[in-house]
């Protein structure tokens, strides 16, 4: 195989990863949550297909943990990238509050601990961050290079994973937008993932809930 | 090393040998797999569970009511409720527990109380059409599904009222 063929297999394999993984999601998201209720344990079935993908992938590309954005030594980097975007949305954030007589920053699970949701906030927003940075962002660099069009793939994926939630769409894609490009430029998923589970705090705590509904997103948002 | 803005193609996840491409491809393939049969079970399992195919039943109009007997065949001691519409339009709801002899004898179900029958009054002279549903409940009680028992009914009032089946059900015994 010459070299122009090769480039375009390995394009194609690498689409064809990030479908798979988006198929499994929407089969969550989507058919799951109609068919037998997001409460059923049957929605583990497509969490551990695309996470059993995507290790058997990282796997079989040789990436470490390290590449993927399990480290350390740039969370520095990463943090002060994230810093001026995050003071920024912050702002907005807690402005629309203000202005709206919205904001309590103990509504999230009904004034819970201050700090244990955004800290499982945190883990969660890991795993997302896992998933659409260490992941897909990756895949969406092997076809397109680190170059706007990765990085609003990204955004685009994660706003549609939250489909057919307006708000939630319009944050996820802005913040999959600075996410994806923060990531190109220092791959820690520790930093995006503090960064994922104070901003979804903020918005929470600061945008109406009327607004936001209860973060449904998929068949649960109109089911 | 890489650094820190190299992107993942001049790394190792860049170029893959044909062994490794074709194992990706393998797993790939498989996981589709995997996942079409697995929405399709789903598919399938939801279905059995709203519509369950084990109703079964039949219904004629008579000079004054809708009657028929309707039976679960997985349930076969359980009473089906049912529905009446007329002319798509909801008019009563029910539950099949009358003496219906023949319907055990004829070997449809184990025991005869499976009966049941709706007064119909009240309704315009002409020909309508009636539909028997059997309710069904699945979910936890989140949902209720109708499945039509038999065919819909078409009968005809006259102007006192009295009804009669227009189906041609041959010759009665």
Known sequence: ??????????????????????????IAEWVITAVVGASSVLIIVPIIFAFGFMFWSHRLRGESLREIGFRFDNFGKAAQLLALPMVFATAILIGIGYY???????????????????????????????????????????????????ILVVAV??????????????????????????????????????????????????????????????????? | MPSLT???????CGTLMDTTRSKLSRILIGKSIAETVFVGLLAVGFFFTAFPPYFHGF???????????????????DRVEVQLFI????????????????????????DEWHGYSFPVSNIGAGV????????????????????????????AVDENGKLADLVDRGPKK
Not at chain 2, 6 to 12: L, Q, Y
């Open chain 1, 1 to 26: 195989m010459n070299e122009a063929t090769n480039d375009g297999v390995e394009r194609s394999l690498a689409i064809w990863e990030i479908l798979s993984v988006i198929t499994s999601c929407l």
């Open chain 1, 100 to 150: 709206n007589r919205s904001m309590d920053f103990f509504r999230w699970r009904g004034g819970g601990a201050i700090l244990g949701m955004p800290l499982l906030g945190i883990a969660w927003g890991l795993l997302q961050q896992y998933a659409l940075q260490g992941f897909i962002n990756r895949r969406a660099q092997i076809v397109w290079g680190p170059s706007i069009v990765s």
């Open chain 1, 157 to 223: 994926l994660f706003a549609s994973f939250h489909l057919p939630n307006p708000v939630l769409m319009a944050a996820t894609f802005v913040g999959g937008l600075v996410w994806a490009t923060i990531y190109q430029r220092a791959p820690n998923l520790f930093a995006l993932a503090i960064s994922h589970g104070l901003m979804t705090w903020i918005l929470i705590s600061t945008i109406p809930s009327s607004l936001l509904h209860g973060l449904r997103v998929g068949y649960k948002f109109i089911g």
């Open chain 2, 6 to 12: 190299d992107p993942p193609s001049e790394d190792n």
């Open chain 2, 59 to 77: 219904g004629e109009a008579r000079h004054d009511s809708i009657s028929g007997w309707a039976v679960n065949n997985r349930a076969p001691w």
């Open chain 2, 87 to 110: 002319d798509d339009r909801f008019v009563a709801s029910g539950v099949a527990n009358l003496s219906r002899p023949d319907v055990q004898q004829a070997g449809w179900a184990r």
């Open chain 2, 128 to 155: 309508h059409v009636a539909s028997v549903y059997a309710v069904h409940k699945s979910g936890g009680g989140i949902r209720r599904t109708l499945q039509l028992l038999g065919y819909p009914i078409r009968f």
